[in-house]
C-alpha cells in the first residue's frame, strides 16, 4: 500500500476532510482511502482512483450518499455514454491487451442499455487510456471514476506485478475497472448510492472486489447497468 503523504498543495487538514468525505459518500472506510502525493490522485479500496481537484468538486456539490449494487455519485453523460473509446498503449502486453478487448466486448453485450464500448487507434481520440505500472502492492488494477463534467474516468492502470495471473482472472479485473470507469462501485460496500431495484447481495458479480474467474456477468450486474444506463 502506497504511503499517505500531504503534499504543499493540500494540507494535513484538507486531506483530512476530504478523506472523509469520499469515505461518507463512497462506503470505503477511511482507513481504506489512501493519498497518492506524486499523481494527487486518492485511491480507495486499492483500485479506485478519485483526483484530488475531483473530490474538492464532489465536496462542493455536497454530493453525499442516497441510500448490493452500488454506484458513484456520478455517471458518464449521454455525449459520452454511447461511444467510450479505449486507447491500449504499447506497454501493455498482448494477454492483458486481449483481456481488455474481451472486457469491451463483455459490456457491449448487455443488452437493453446505450452503454457502448470500443478501441481506438488513435491516442488523442481515446476517452480511456490503458497503461501498466509495477507495484509491489495487493491491486491488480486501477481504474478512475466518471467525473463531475459527464466524462468517464480516464484511466486503467495495470500492475504488471500480476501478468502471471490466469488469462480468466485478467478477463474478470479488466472487465471490473471498465465498470468502474462508467460508475459502478463495490458490490460489498454498504454505503454509497444504491442502484433500486438491484439485489442486496450479490457476490459473484464482476464489481465484488475480489478478483474471480470470469463465468460471465450476474443478472445483478446486468439488471444495475439497465437501470443506471437504459436504452
Known amino acids: 500500500m502506497k504511503e499517505e503523504v500531504a503534499p504543499a498543495a493540500i494540507q494535513k487538514e484538507e486531506l483530512a476532510k476530504l478523506t472523509d468525505f469520499l469515505a461518507t459518500s463512497t462506503g470505503v472506510k477511511a482507513d481504506n482511502i489512501v493519498f497518492d502525493a506524486a499523481h494527487k490522485t486518492f485511491v480507495l479500496d486499492g483500485d479506485v482512483l478519485i483526483t484530488e481537484t475531483d473530490a474538492r468538486e464532489r465536496m462542493a456539490a455536497g454530493q453525499a ?3 448490493e449494487h452500488w454506484r458513484g455519485n456520478y455517471l458518464v ?28 466486448a463483455n459490456w457491449n453485450a448487455v443488452n437493453g442499455t446505450r452503454l457502448f464500448l470500443r478501441e481506438t487507434t488513435t491516442r488523442s481520440q481515446a476517452d480511456v487510456i490503458v497503461n501498466t505500472s509495477y507495484a509491489d502492492a495487493n491491486w491488480i488494477a486501477q481504474a478512475y471514476l466518471p467525473y ?35 460508475g459502478l462501485l463495490h458490490t460489498n460496500q454498504t454505503q454509497g448510492v444504491f442502484i433500486p431495484g438491484t439485489p442486496s447481495s450479490d457476490p459473484n458479480s464482476v464489481m465484488n472486489a475480489s478478483v474471480l474467474a470470469w463465468q460471465g456477468f450476474t443478472a445483478g450486474d446486468i439488471l444495475a447497468t439497465q437501470i443506471i444506463y437504459p436504452e
Open 65 to 67: 450518499p442516497q441510500g
Open 77 to 104: 453523460s449521454n455525449t459520452y455514454v454511447t461511444n467510450i473509446d479505449y486507447f491500449i498503449e504499447s506497454s501493455v502486453s498482448s494477454a492483458w491487451r486481449t483481456a481488455t478487448r474481451q472486457g469491451i
Open 148 to 182: 463531475s463534467n459527464g466524462r468517464p474516468g480516464n484511466t486503467v492502470t495495470i500492475n504488471t506485478k500480476y501478468n502471471s495471473l490466469d488469462a480468466s482472472r485478467k478477463q474478470f479485473a479488466m472487465t471490473h475497472e471498465m465498470g468502474h470507469i462508467h
